[in-house]
């Protein structure tokens, strides 16, 4: 759960301000995923957010599958609640060289077909990184040209020493660090296919983000993935490591199919996740707040 504030601080409170005058600042929240799906079945934090919603002048939720599991949780909150997509812009750097990346990334890089699958993910439970870790590593022992690549920060530090671990014994499996945004499109432009395994997502940018590249999406087929990937229409789901390798394979061996789930990711994410109309709605619940300190 994310908040958005309007806040206007007047020269005479100095660099102090009081709970009080925190606690009048409007602000709206967006739901992010995990919360709804989540952290909403735990008893503290459903009644913390619970009352951060009591508060808020409103609420935004990406699809209408979220927006109507937290008016049941949260009934109160009909009403304020929103719905907007996110909307996506890639920025791919230019002069980032592919060739350094996989040196440092230690992938052989003059295997013949050389096929990069990218998992993007920040190091939690939640996101599920070692899911398909054997399996991978399996295939990758019979077909030495395919790697999977781990990037993402290391949010939970004990749960990133698991996984630097378990992927330092798994054959064609590499974990790098969080990279520049710029550099991150870069690397997905370049990849063969972006992967998510997550066991909850609310809407993953980085499946959006490679339908904007041009670049195929096998994702887990959980509620949040199969809200933006319709499978063999804008990506493959997979319901486990085995069906993955299975789907992986096929995309590999089939260039039609995955031709047409490029062009039809692409045209989705144009018609329905444009930035144009994310900030517009975002600038009118701005309004919102903007009201609330003139009342």
Same mark, same amino acid.
């Given at each position: 759960?994310?908040l958005?504030?309007?806040?206007v ?17 409007p ?5 992010g995923?995990t919360d709804v799906?989540?952290?909403a ?20 939720a990406?699809?209408e ?6 008016q ?10 929103y719905v ?12 980032f060289n ?5 040196q440092?990334s ?16 920040g190091?939690?439970?939640?996101k599920?990184?070692l899911y ?6 399996e295939? @990758? ?12 920060p ?14 330092r014994?798994a054959?064609g499996?590499r974990l ?6 710029e550099?991150? @499109?870069a690397?997905v ?16 940018a ?6 904007d ?5 096998l ?12 499978h ?7 319901s486990n490591?085995q069906?993955?390798?299975h ?7 089939e ?5 047409e789930i490029?062009?039809?990711g ?22 919102k707040l ?5 009342d």
């Open positions: 759960m994310r958005l504030f309007l806040a601080l007047r020269p005479h409170t100095g660099n102090a301000v009081t709970a009080q005058r925190v606690h009048q600042i602000f709206g929240i967006i739901f995923g799906n989540e952290d079945n735990q008893g503290e934090k459903n009644t913390v957010m619970g009352r951060v919603l009591e508060e808020a002048r409103f609420a935004v990406f699809t599958s979220m927006k109507e599991m937290a049941a949780q949260w009934p109160h909150a009909k009403g304020k609640i907007q997509s996110q909307g996506i812009a890639t920025t791919p750097n230019a002069a592919w060739n350094t990346f996989l440092r230690e992938i052989n890089h003059s295997a013949d077909n050389l096929h990069i699958f990218l998992l993007i993910c190091l939690r439970q939640v599920d990184p398909l870790v054997d399996a991978f590593s295939w @990758h022992q019979e077909e030495p040209s395919v790697y999977l690549v781990i990037a993402g290391e949010v939970d530090p004990v749960f990133t020493r698991e996984v630097k671990a378990k992927v014994r054959a499996v790098i660090g969080e990279m520049p945004q550099d991150l @499109h690397v432009k370049n990849c063969f296919a972006v992967v998510n395994s997550s066991v909850s997502e609310g809407m993953s980085a499946i959006l983000e490679a339908m590249l041009e670049v195929p999406v994702a887990r087929n959980i509620p949040g993935n199969a809200a933006v990937v319709k063999e229409v804008t990506g493959l789901l997979f490591p069906e993955f390798v789907l992986a394979k096929r995309l590999l061996s260039p039609a199919l995955e031709k490029v062009v039809n692409r045209e989705y994410v144009r018609r329905y996740h444009s930035w144009q109309v994310e900030r517009h709605t975002y600038q009118q619940l701005i309004r903007e009201g609330s300190t003139e």
